[in-house]
T-cell receptor, first 113, second 111 residues
Framework: GAVVSQHPSWVICKSGTSVKIECRSL??????MFWYRQFPKQSLMLMAT?????????EQGVEKDKFLINHASLTLSTLTVTSAHPEDSSFYIC?????????FGPGTRLTVT | SQQGEEDPQALSIQEGENATMNCSYK?????LQWYRQNSGRGLVHLIL?????REKHSGRLRVTLDTSKKSSSLLITASRAADTASYFC???????????FGTGTRLQVFP
């Protein structure tokens, strides 16, 4: 299957700072990428859909000014958590839409202290 | 919430036994997929079943789909300790590429 990478795999930041997470499709072009958040022992919740060259669309309840998404190329989408707070601590997973299915990255664990 | 539900939430079995997980969803779908997630890791795609299919096999995995009941089941036969993971079903949303994940089943297989 196609490969999606995420960087960093884990990050610790102080409350009030911003953190950027990168999602790359390594061997395919992903016009559409998705960002999910997963709290411990819970399921994945879709946060937003990232479309190359256009604004992301956010799911209900997700603050677009807090979670900035940029999809500047067919292989890279970034999620920036701005003014992070401890409640933003979570596992963030991205995926790239392939021809028939989504290919998921390995996730980024964010801890805000 | 449009999130699907899975049961059981947790399942513990011995190696060699079969494990069955069930998924119920709320909207009409084009397909349903099952994923595995090892603790703290990303998702591994297991199998996709289309809405016009009733059963599908892949190795030790057997998936059924009943669109009239909006439900699916995943059967893992002859389980192994390496099957220990969380398993999620996911459905497409309103003919989009978006996926809605079920609540998940945590499977523990004891050697």
């Amino acid at each position: 299957g196609a490969v999606v990478s995420q960087h960093p795999s884990w990050v610790i930041c102080k409350s009030g700072t911003s953190v950027k997470i990168e999602c790359r499709s390594l061997d395919f072009q992903a016009t559409t990428m998705f960002w999910y958040r997963q709290f411990p022992k819970q399921s994945l919740m879709l946060m937003a859909t990232s479309n190359e060259g256009s604004k992301a669309t956010y799911e209900q309840g997700v603050e677009k000014d807090k979670f900035l998404i940029n999809h500047a190329s067919l292989t890279l989408s970034t999620l920036t958590v701005t003014s992070a707070h401890p409640e933003d601590s979570s596992f963030y997973i991205c995926s790239g839409q392939g021809l028939y299915e989504q290919y998921f990255g390995p996730g980024t664990r964010l801890t805000v202290t | 919430s449009q999130q699907g539900e899975e049961d059981p939430q947790a399942l513990s079995i011995q190696e060699g036994e079969n494990a069955t997980m069930n998924c119920s969803y709320k909207t009409s779908i084009n397909n349903l997929q099952w994923y595995r997630q090892n603790s703290g890791r990303g998702l591994v795609h297991l199998i996709l079943i289309r809405s016009n299919e009733r059963e599908k096999h892949s190795g030790r995995l057997r998936v059924t789909l009943d669109t009239s009941k909006k439900s699916s089941s995943l059967l893992i036969t002859a389980s192994r300790a390496a099957d220990t993971a969380s398993y999620f079903c996911a459905t497409d949303l309103n003919n989009t590429d978006k996926l809605i994940f079920g609540t998940g089943t945590r499977l523990q297989v004891f050697p």
